[in-house]
């Protein structure tokens, strides 16, 4: 689902790091996925894990890719493969949004690639820039989007910049 592709892309960037770096289990992603906008908590098994990891491993590329061209075509290699044509839904109640998944037969890993590379392709056309990035904290490497206008972002996080800041003031001192 895309309500906001910013919002999407976020929870990209999030499932994609909890799968990549937290080791994340079938309950952390449906408590994920529940934060991040499913309306109730989702059946999601170890066999979903897998394939989810596997689809995060895609992600992973693009929130890595050095320009704006190499995001573009792995995005548009994720659009090809999982991506069904578009259509608006108001399903179960919910406000009318975008699906470009296949709708009812496609597992968790094919919307989530489906909704997250829709998501990110907007993301990089609104900006003509890269969709996101890797926190270039030495101690995090967290996958962020380039969600909300301006500079491009080095960090994941308030958090990470001001801490990196501080390292840097102090490495500057000595
Ligand atoms: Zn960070």
């Given at each position: 689902m895309i309500n906001r592709p910013?919002?999407?892309a976020d929870r990209a960037a999030a499932l994609t790091g909890a799968l990549?770096?937290?080791g994340a289990d079938a309950a952390a992603v449906a408590a994920l996925l529940h934060a991040h906008g499913e309306p109730t908590l989702p059946r999601i098994t170890d066999d979903d894990v897998t394939a989810l990891r596997a689809v995060a491993d895609r992600l992973w590329d693009v929130f890595a890719a050095p320009?704006?061209?190499t995001a573009a075509g792995l995005l548009n290699?994720?659009?090809t493969e999982y991506a069904a044509p578009p259509r608006l839904s108001a399903h179960d109640g919910t406000a009318w949004h975008l699906h470009a998944d296949r709708g009812d037969e496609a597992s968790w890993a094919e919307w989530f690639a489906a909704t997250s590379a829709l998501a990110l392709a907007v993301v990089l056309?609104?900006?003509?820039?890269?969709?996101?990035?890797?926190?270039a904290s030495p101690t995090c490497g967290r996958p962020f989007a380039m969600t909300g206008r301006g500079a491009p972002r080095r960090y994941c996080s308030a958090?990470?910049?001001?801490r990196e800041r501080v390292a840097a003031h102090r490495r500057a001192q000595k």
């Open positions: 910013s919002d999407t990549r770096l937290d320009d704006v061209g290699g994720l659009l056309a609104e900006r003509k820039s890269v969709p996101g990035g890797l926190c958090r990470c910049g001001s």
